[in-house]
């Protein structure tokens, strides 16, 4: 992400991706507004796990969807 050092977003990945955490949820929908490809891809990946931390499954298939999406797009997948 390109506004974190690596200190910082070793941390986002931990909290979101073991301490199963959401706080980043914003920080992260902003961050796709300035960035493209698999750098979006990322972040909405770790958008929808937070939704799926929490146990929004409608939020997390939207983002996993958008993630897919972005995906297929920058490398012309079918």
Known sequence: ?????IKQ????MFDILL???????DFL???TENCTGE????????????YANISDK???RKYQTLA??????R????
Do not use: R
């Open 68 to 73: 897919k999406n972005v995906l297929k797009w």
């Open 29 to 31: 929908l902003e961050k």
């Open 75 to 78: 490398f012309k997948i079918t």
């Open 9 to 12: 977003e070793a941390q986002m």
């Open 39 to 50: 750098n979006k891809a990322v972040c909405y990946t770790l958008v929808a796990q937070q």
């Open 1 to 5: 992400m390109d506004n974190l050092d």
């Open 58 to 60: 409608d939020s997390k």
């Open 19 to 25: 301490d199963k955490k959401a706080d980043y949820i």
